[in-house]
């Protein structure tokens, strides 16, 4: 893919994150093996307290993407029942732990428990999903953190397939601290004008239009349609909606952008193995800055 990607009379391509997965995880195969090769073997811990099953998936998928990559991956579970002081409790001793290199909070969480106060308990130097607020507060000021990996792997995304990305208006839908945020932190590092949508924006068309790069993180079915999106425009999908039998779809309406955006990452296979590739490669970061 060329940086020719935008154009006024575009052929839709695929925007697949699959490939570039596949590179991160050999990357990160062949750091986590010289690691353990000098007496620092990676070790991730994800922190679950829910019962949801799309969320025991999801972490199931982590554990056995780490596992190929020479990445320990511990999982502790909680419970649905867990109180915000053991979760805070759990976080705290994993961050003491010298053998622990990256610390994950999995979503959702009891009632009465929120990310942004937990997440403060994560070291930032292992906090590989970039929840902890010292972390989101070093990307808004343009300072070294371990960013959220979803919004990372947006913009790893748009590298990837050489969209250009100075100068261009890029509207983020969605304002979350997971992607919304942080995603346009990262975009306007690289230059582009950016606009942040949410609940409450008056006609989203009006904003969404316009933009040459779109990102829709907000997780609803068919949000953006043909009428929010202009003829050359390259959308990034980070919606992951799952369906009456099982498969998982977007925020944007596939069928009606497609033939009329230059370029769409697919649900599954866009955002979702970047995310995944990008969390094991901030671990074999941390693990070797341990060793420094």
């Not at 994150?17 to 093996?33: D, F, M």
């Not at 998936?57 to 419970?79: E, H, M």
């Not at 990262?186 to 779109?214: F, G, K, M, N, S």
Request: proline content about 6%.
């Amino acid at each position: 893919m060329t940086g020719q990607l935008i154009s006024d009379e575009p052929t839709t391509a695929v925007l697949s994150g699959v490939r570039l997965a596949k590179e991160i995880r050999a990357e990160v195969t062949t750091t986590a093996a010289t690691l353990a090769e000098a007496g620092v073997p990676p070790r991730l811990a994800v922190v679950v307290a829910t019962d949801d099953e799309s969320t025991a998936w999801y972490v199931r998928s982590i554990a056995n993407a780490a596992s190929k990559t020479g990445i320990r991956c511990d999982v502790i579970d909680l419970g649905a029942g867990a109180t915000p002081a053991e979760i805070r409790s759990e976080l705290a001793s994993l961050s003491a732990d010298p053998s622990v290199h990256g610390i994950m909070l999995q979503t959702p969480l009891p009632g009465g428990a929120t990310v942004e106060e937990l997440a403060a308990s994560i070291a930032p130097e292992k906090d590989v999903d970039g929840a902890n607020p010292v972390s989101l507060g070093r990307l808004s000021a343009g300072l070294a953190a371990f960013v959220p990996a979803t919004a990372a792997a947006v913009l790893e995304l748009l590298e990837h397939h050489e969209i250009p990305l100075s100068g261009r208006r890029a509207v983020v839908v969605g304002r979350s601290n997971v992607v919304g945020k942080p995603a346009a932190q990262l975009l306007l590092r690289r230059d582009a004008t950016v606009t942040v949508c949410h609940r409450y924006t008056r006609d989203l068309t009006a904003h969404t239009h316009p933009a040459e790069i779109l990102v829709v993180a907000v997780g609803q079915v068919g949000l953006i349609g043909a009428e929010h999106v202009s003829p050359g425009a390259v959308v990034i999908d980070v919606g992951t909606n799952p369906t009456v039998d099982g498969g998982l779809v977007g925020d944007v309406d596939e069928t009606a952008v497609t033939g009329m955006v230059a370029g769409l990452t697919p649900v599954p296979g866009g955002v979702g193995p970047v995310t995944t590739a990008l969390l094991l490669r901030h671990t074999v970061e941390s693990a070797s800055r341990s060793t420094a």
